[in-house]
Every structure is written in C-alpha cells, then in structure tokens.
C-alpha cells in the first residue's frame, strides 16, 4: 500500500482524502467540479495503483471498504505536506494536522460539541474539527455511510463491528414557554393541552415530516403551532410568543432560561424525561488517549 500511495498525484491524494467526506459519486464530482463518469474513470485508476478496492457502490451512492478507509486516513495525513512541497518549505511543527468529522443532531453539535472543541485542542494543537450537524434520525446513517469517524447521537446506535460506542451521559427534557406565556410554572396535563405546541419538522425529499419531540403528551393530543427542523431556532420563536409551549431538552434553553427569557413549565402527571448519549468512533482512526479526552470533555459539558 505504501508503494501504491507514493505513486499516485497530488490531485489523486486530494481525491482521496475527500472520499471520505461524500457518500456518493455525483456530490464528489460536483466538489471536484467532475462529470460522473470522467470520476468513475480517475477512481478506476487510482484503485489499480492502491491495488485496494476504495469504495463499493449501492442504490444510494457508495460507502468506503475497509481498505478505503485506512487509504483516506493515511491521505489526510499527508495532505498538509503538500503545500509544504509546492513552496519548498517544510511544515512548521513536525506533527501534521489531523482532521475529525463528527456527526451529531443540530442542537447536540452547537451545544455539546462545539463547547468541548477548544478543551480538547488545548491538549493536542494538531487536532481540527468537522461538525457536520443533521436531523437526529439521519444521524446513524452518517456512520454506516462512513461520512464521519465520530458520532454522538441520543440513545445507542446500531453500527457495524469497525464502530466502538460509550455512553457519555444523559440529557433531559422539560416543558417551556416564555415569560409572557399566561401558563403557570406547575399546572396540570389538561392546562397544557390548551396551547399550541412548537413542532419538530423536517424535509424528507419527497415532504415535510413531523419529528418527535420526547413529550408525555402524544401529538394526536396536542395542537400545532409553528414549525421549525431545528430546535435551536424553536427557542428563539418561543422567545416572544405569547402562547406557544416547546418541549425541549435542557442543554439547549439553558441560557434562555437563565437569562429570563423563558420559563419552566411543571406538569404534575409527567415523569421526568430522559435519554442515554453515546459517543461512537472508528477504532481505526481514533486512539484510546484521544477518546478518553473526548469522553472527558463532553461529560463535562452534560453538567
């Protein structure tokens, strides 16, 4: 394999690499401003120079072999040496940027993982960080894709054998509205029936669907208010409306809590609600060091 790669182009190096970044051959060829089939061609080659097959194609687009990614991990790292050899310099440290995709749900990546980034960096300069933020139920497929080598999704995915899952820790839910809301702070199932409720929405290709939310009360009981795919931007509706609830978890509002923004709602029928966390990762591009720390520093931010 080391001879394969040391015959192949800087262009071809790059392709590599970005393999792993798509799932299938049209979004890499428009990223590479390639035809389809001019690609099918240059990966045809690459593959008889690796003498490895890359990538195995299926009715979505393709995913890596096992061979493939060991190849885009090794591309990765000799990427930052290749502008070093155009200018005729060598890198300034002698340890080479490593790049981590990481695939979460919208509100876990803004409010749990980016939060951790620079706690883990302050240990290891060389690390960078690709958050790629998504719809909670397309999370797992990012993963069986292989689009990522790092996964924190809520509740434990299913993944192949080349995957290695942790719990991190739990994260709660609770009722909110805004300090406008004429709703008291403890009110009974039947008070909450009475107002609309921010909804989970989210572009399927074909329509729009409705999440779920996590909330005691089913959807058949609640009416419908406004519509959001991300719950990050459903707290900033609820910020000034003066009739909308939003079942939420806590890790999101907690600054439009503290601020006063928004209140606490009470539902004397409601169990608390809560999930399991899990951080997933490649044993193959992660070392155990580097995991702890990520375990560590996300833990923290659950507190």
């Not at 005691?216 to 609820?238: C, N, Q, Y």
Request: glycine share 6%; proline share 6%.
């Amino acid at each position: 394999m080391r001879d394969g790669i040391g015959q192949i182009s800087l262009f071809e190096l790059e392709l590599l690499s970005d393999l792993g970044s798509h799932s299938s051959l049209r979004s890499l060829g428009r990223a590479k401003h390639l035809e389809p089939p001019h690609l099918s061609k240059i990966l045809g080659k690459l593959e008889k120079k690796l003498k490895a097959t890359l990538i195995k194609r299926s009715p979505k687009g393709f995913f890596l072999t096992p061979q493939g990614l060991r190849l885009v991990k090794i591309a990765r790292e000799m990427l930052p040496y290749r502008d070093a050899l155009t200018e005729g310099s060598l890198p300034q440290t002698a340890e080479a940027p490593i790049l981590l995709t990481v695939a979460a749900a919208r509100f876990v990546a803004s409010h749990l993982i980016a939060p951790a980034v620079e706690t883990l960096r302050a240990k290891d300069h060389a690390l960078r960080f690709r958050l790629i933020d998504m719809a909670p139920d397309e999370v797992e497929q990012a993963a069986l894709k292989s689009v990522c080598e790092l996964l924190v999704s809520i509740g434990e995915p299913t993944l192949t054998r080349a995957w290695e899952t942790s719990r991190v820790g739990h994260l709660s839910w609770a009722l909110y509205a805004s300090r406008r809301h004429p709703i008291g702070a403890s009110v009974k199932e039947s008070a909450v029936a009475a107002y609309p409720f921010l909804v989970p929405t989210y572009w399927k290709g074909s329509g729009f669907e409705k999440g779920e939310d996590g909330c005691p009360l089913p959807w058949r009981k609640r009416k419908a208010g406004d519509e959001s795919s991300s719950v990050i931007t459903a707290v900033e509706l609820l910020r000034n409306s003066p009739d909308q609830l939003l079942f939420a978890p806590r890790l999101v509002v907690k600054h439009a809590l503290a601020s006063g923004d928004i209140k606490e709602v009470r539902v004397s029928e409601w169990d608390r609600v809560e999930r399991p966390i899990y951080l997933s990762l490649r044993g193959d591009a992660i070392s155990k060091s580097l995991e702890k720390r990520l375990l560590s520093a996300l833990a923290t931010q659950l507190v």
